[in-house]
């Protein structure tokens, strides 16, 4: 049996949810708490040293400790349906397009929450190592936010899927990205209705719920 | 013929370089003078939209703009030699390490120097937008320039390779990391004796050269 150490609340192991969903592949949740930080204390780090969630027990043992590497593996080992695309230019627009969803988006929103959140402070980044909150990269995190929701519409235009002709891990990274923006109360508005259409498509999804 | 917009003094177009040298494939070069900033000039954005470098056209005219995406399509393409993995397992190393060489490594180097460089005010990021450097985050950079140097040597104490048993992307973007930390004056020492013999072993490939 698959195990996914997961938080309900957390944008990371949200990603890893929806790819197992869309996969069809029954798990096994071992929740974390973020909140009182067990993901840093003794009992996690040893099923995880690098201390974040999510973290994907296999079959046969082996621990995957983040979502690059969970998509590979479960990609190659459960190969249906194709989640990092078929074709090489197919898997290259994938690879891209998941990369700027994660780069641009994910990683612009958790710059301006966790560089300004009380509850964040000296954990400005995820991991074993405290580093300090800067607050100015909070605010280039919101203006990187702003930037993604544009570029991102205007990807979508005339566009069922951000990658391909069909639903890849780009969508996932996507639309974990723009929900979890409200957090720092950024979501897409009026200029944005090619990404508002693709999102009210995906609600239909039952892997969006989780 | 393949061909590569390239810039020969960059970490990002050397990765592409060392990949395709490694697949063995040739290709016609293009250079792009970063320095006089050609990359932001109508030119090469009608090549590239986003304005980064390594960009690769394909023989069918097809242009992939960043280093993800050109590792996916060669790898499809031109399976032989594998360097993004063979089984799942290895598959899901070579991806985690290769996101954590990027992550950790790239990623903390590029903001130490962007961040501080007078040649790189408001270029503190690459792209069509242009931000403000942020001094702490320079700081911040070198930190995890250290930081990373540990975990690297870490993972290289009896290991040929970062990720699997053989020679890998992850090794790629890890040695170019290592490499590009001179520019803010970091290089692996005594302490680092695993990264060390690991580097110097590497330096027998033909493609390190590049």
């Known amino acids: 049996m698959l195990t996914l150490y997961d938080c309900a609340t957390a944008p990371s192991p949200r990603r890893a ?17 973020l909140r009182s930080r067990e993901q840093l204390g003794e009992a996690y780090r040893q099923i995880n040293p690098e201390a974040t969630v999510p973290a994907l027990r296999t079959e046969d043992g082996q621990v995957w400790t983040d979502n690059a590497a969970i998509a590979a593996y479960l990609e190659a080992r459960y190969p249906h349906p194709p989640l990092l695309g078929v074709t090489p230019a197919e898997k290259a ?32 980044l ?50 974990v990205a723009v929900d979890f923006a409200r957090i720092v109360k950024r979501q897409p508005g009026e200029a944005h209705p090619h990404l508002l259409r693709w999102r009210a498509a995906l609600a239909q999804r039952p892997s969006m719920a989780l």
Chains 1, 2 share one sequence.
């Open 126 to 175: 995820p991991g074993v190592v405290d580093y300090p909150q800067i607050p100015a990269l909070a605010e280039r995190g919101l203006a990187r936010i702003d930037h993604f929701f544009d570029q991102l519409n205007a990807r979508l235009a005339g566009r069922a899927f951000i990658a391909t002709e069909r639903f890849s891990v780009a969508d996932i990274t996507a639309v």
């Open 93 to 124: 627009e994938v690879a891209s397009w998941n990369g700027r969803a994660e780069f641009e988006g994910l990683m612009a929103i958790a710059e301006a929450f966790r560089n300004s959140t009380p509850a964040m402070a000296q954990r400005a």
């Open 17 to 33: 949810r929806i790819f197992l969903a869309e996969k069809g592949l029954a798990h096994a949740t071992v929740p974390v708490d």
